[in-house]
């Protein structure tokens, strides 16, 4: 598997300001008889007697910059989920022998990968078209596993919250990669993406739990409107708070990925670039909704659009990693910029007909972000 990440403060924050976001990555590649092959090994078996397998833990948070504490609050999430999840990662590879062509005894292969202790709920499934098949009970088990991984960070960032007095506001989008399928949660308004290669195309695979998420989706704002309205700031649900104990809910699912596929994860700094957003809502409402004025939004703001040529044309996944954060600061770098991309030659290669991915349809922007109280 290769991945690569970003991180920039923002043209907006900079000199002097804080970088609020915090990714974390862990990689397990195990390779059998020939070894270990690198990143780089391509999906053929090596000397026809090596097999390379990859699972991976991924994670993205953007602390909340309206509270006092968001770049803690990130911090915490991230390391949190990443403890949580890359043991569970490792076992799921361990309990499947028959991917390197094994042949072993019940005795000799350990018990199915579980969640932590205290997950009650299980992951929603996304198999619509799935291009490959995938168990339900896997899906469930590394589901609540995300989940569970998630409320405890959650609790975690509360209890931070209660020791120093103040609140600790952070999104949070995390999964697994596990045998070709991406089992994830997130809370908040940090986005995950899947870019084809093979089709031109790019699925985004989360909703933003946001106040202008839900104002489009209800039918009272348009989707022009979604991408530069001003209440575009304002979260509805995230991780942490001031200190109370409730549970905070995850959203889960998962979905195929595929030999021609980059995963990519980001901070909203990356959609919400654009520093101009409140004068192009005045100008497009004041204009009573033209085209004009809603073309004039579109070729502003970053789109899904411009996010999918910026990954699929760039050369390398660092170098698509710098293109997107450059990008964003081209555009009015608003906020803290993170990204972070991952792909696995050795997945099945990408069907003639591409499996419906996307779960989001609703344009959504964002300011420095505050949660909804």
């Known amino acids: 598997m290769r991945y690569a990440t970003a991180y920039d403060v ?15 990555v862990s990689v397990f590649e195990d390779g059998h008889r020939e070894g270990y092959l690198g990143p780089d090994h391509g999906t053929e078996p090596h000397a026809e007697t090596g097999t390379t397998r990859s699972t991976a833990v991924v994670v993205l948070a953007d602390g909340a910059g309206g509270h006092d504490a968001g770049d803690v609050a990130s911090y915490i999430a991230t390391t949190r989920i990443a ?39 299980t992951a929603r499934a996304d198999t619509e078209g799935a291009g490959h098949e995938s168990d339900p009970s896997r899906q469930d088990r590394l589901g609540a596993a995300v989940e569970t991984a998630v409320q405890r ?14 609140a600790a506001y952070t999104t949070v989008v995390a999964g697994l990669v596990v045998d070709g399928r991406f089992y994830y949660g997130w809370v908040g308004d940090s986005r995950a993406y ?19 998420e839900q104002l489009h989706a209800d039918g009272e704002i348009d989707g022009v409107e ?55 809502y005045d100008r497009y409402v004041d204009s009573g909704r033209s085209e004009a004025a809603a073309a004039q939004v579109r070729d502003r703001v970053v789109t899904d659009a411009d996010i999918r040529e910026w990954v699929l044309g760039a050369g390398s996944l660092s170098a698509a990693a710098d293109r997107l954060v450059a990008a964003g600061n081209d555009r009015g770098g608003k906020d803290n910029l993170s990204v972070l991309l991952a792909q696995d030659p050795t997945f099945p290669e990408t069907p003639a007909r591409l499996p419906v991915r996307s779960r989001a349809p609703h344009p959504a922007h964002r300011q420095d972000t505050v949660v909804e109280e």
């Open 83 to 121: 403890e949580e999840l890359a043991p569970v990662a490792v076992r799921a590879a361990r309990v499947d022998p028959e991917g390197f062509g094994l042949d072993l005894p019940d005795r000799a292969v350990p018990a199915p990968d579980r969640p932590a202790e205290g997950s009650g709920r």
């Open 153 to 166: 960070a959650h609790h975690d960032v509360l209890a931070y919250a209660s020791e120093v007095d103040t």
């Open 194 to 212: 899947v870019c084809n290669a093979a089709h031109d195309h790019i699925a985004r695979l989360t909703e933003d739990h946001a106040v202008v």
């Open 10 to 24: 923002g043209e907006r924050k900079r000199p002097g300001g804080i970088n609020e976001d915090s990714l974390a």
């Open 226 to 280: 979604a991408r530069v309205h001003p209440r575009s700031n304002e979260l509805t649900r995230a991780v942490g708070g001031r200190g109370d104990a409730a549970d905070v809910a995850v959203e889960t699912a998962a979905v195929d990925l595929f030999a021609e596929d980059t995963l990519l994860l980001t901070s909203d700094g990356l959609p919400d670039a654009q520093s101009d957003a409140r004068a192009l």
